[in-house]
């Protein structure tokens, strides 16, 4: 094995972990001691891949590990997901460590909204609210006033009076699927998930035309094409529980496919199938949320690296609205 010492300046120089693991190590023991030793938690995105899901102390869409974050004693915290999760950890455990797997997991909707140029977006209305899904750096977070993910943000734009102006960012098609639900008429910034925005619908309805009795579920973040032929639309955690709920016995899941393995373990009489993109491929990934690895994982708690390190005018700045979306998820009961 390498040298610890150069092993631990290389990772924090690069921003991600190259060490030699014993192949005879058994990592889910390895991660579960290393978490009593530490007081460590880890916090996983449904988007993560199987092996992660199931040593995580915790699973959930942006909402619940929001909450989750905001409520752990844990010294340490794990986050296995993408950049701007492991921010929202921060801004609310400014006093914690909180690591993420690899730096290099972002986010391609985060990175559709540069907070240099949306402010200058911003400025050009000022009677305005901004309500910003979750899905954004904490750079966009510090300029809005609420935070939203896809589990709330019909009860938090409702929760505003009807004349009220509102920008949403950074998705258009969430923002889109908003405004038809809740009758408003939000000034869309123009962001999109590369996950969501390249699901194929005559693939869709070719699965439809072979799987007749399949329910197709979608998340919000879709095109509005594809979300026209969904029998529900939802978040993560809302798409996890009709598949649970519902009758059928097949379901086309159009959404990233980390959640399948949920789905499954849930109800393993049930057929689920992910719908497939415009490329080659039989499935859509996300490539940010599939860097991270159980290896790394391990790694990075052995050496609590890469670590999350912010600004504290930043943290104050983008905690605010994170705490108005937290209150108001509360006072709904989400």
């Known amino acids: 094995m390498r040298d610890i010492n150069t092993a631990k300046a290389n990772i924090e120089t690069i921003g991600f972990l190259d060490i030699d693991i014993d ?3 058994d990592l889910f023991a390895a991660i579960e001691k290393l978490k009593k030793q530490k007081n460590a938690v880890v916090l996983a995105h449904y988007y993560q891949e199987p092996d992660i899901q199931d040593v995580a102390d915790f699973i959930g869409d942006s909402l619940g590990l929001a909450q989750q974050a905001e409520k752990t004693k844990a010294d340490i915290i794990v986050f296995a997901g993408v950049h701007f999760m492991a921010e929202t950890a921060k801004i609310l455990n ?6 993420l797997p690899d730096l290099k997991a972002g986010c391609s909707l985060s990175d ?3 907070p240099a140029l949306f402010k200058l977006f911003k400025d050009k209305y000022p009677d305005h609210i901004v309500i910003t ?3 954004c750096s904490a750079g966009m977070k510090a300029l809005s ?8 943000a019909e009860k938090i734009i409702e929760s505003l009076p009807k004349e009220q102006k509102i920008i949403f960012a950074p ?3 969430l923002g889109a699927f908003l405004n038809k639900k809740t009758g408003r008429n939000m000034l869309l910034w123009n962001g999109a998930c590369m996950v969501h925005e390249i699901f194929s619908l005559e693939k869709i309805t070719k699965l ?3 799987h007749p009795k399949a329910k197709v579920i979608a998340h919000p973040e879709c095109e509005e094409v594809v979300l026209r032929v969904a029998d529900y639309i939802g978040s993560t955690t809302g798409l996890l529980k009709y598949s649970l709920d519902n009758e059928a016995s097949e379901f086309i899941v159009v959404t990233e496919t980390g959640i399948l393995h949920q789905m499954q373990k849930n109800s393993p009489h049930k057929t689920f199938i992910p719908a497939p993109p415009n490329n080659s491929c039989a499935c859509n990934d996300c490539p940010h949320m599939k860097l991270n690895t159980l290896e790394k994982l391990y790694l990075c708690m052995e050496y ?3 670590e999350i390190t912010m600004d504290e005018d930043l943290i104050i700045a983008a905690k605010k609205p994170i705490e108005r979306m937290l209150a108001i998820s509360k006072q709904y009961g989400l």
């Open 23 to 25: 192949v005879n190590i």
């Open 94 to 99: 400014p006093e914690k460590k909180v690591l």
């Open 112 to 114: 559709s909204a540069p």
């Open 133 to 135: 899904y979750i899905n």
């Open 145 to 152: 006033d609420i935070i939203c993910t896809s589990s709330n």
């Open 171 to 173: 998705d258009k098609n």
């Open 208 to 210: 439809k035309i072979r």
């Open 304 to 306: 609590e690296t890469p």
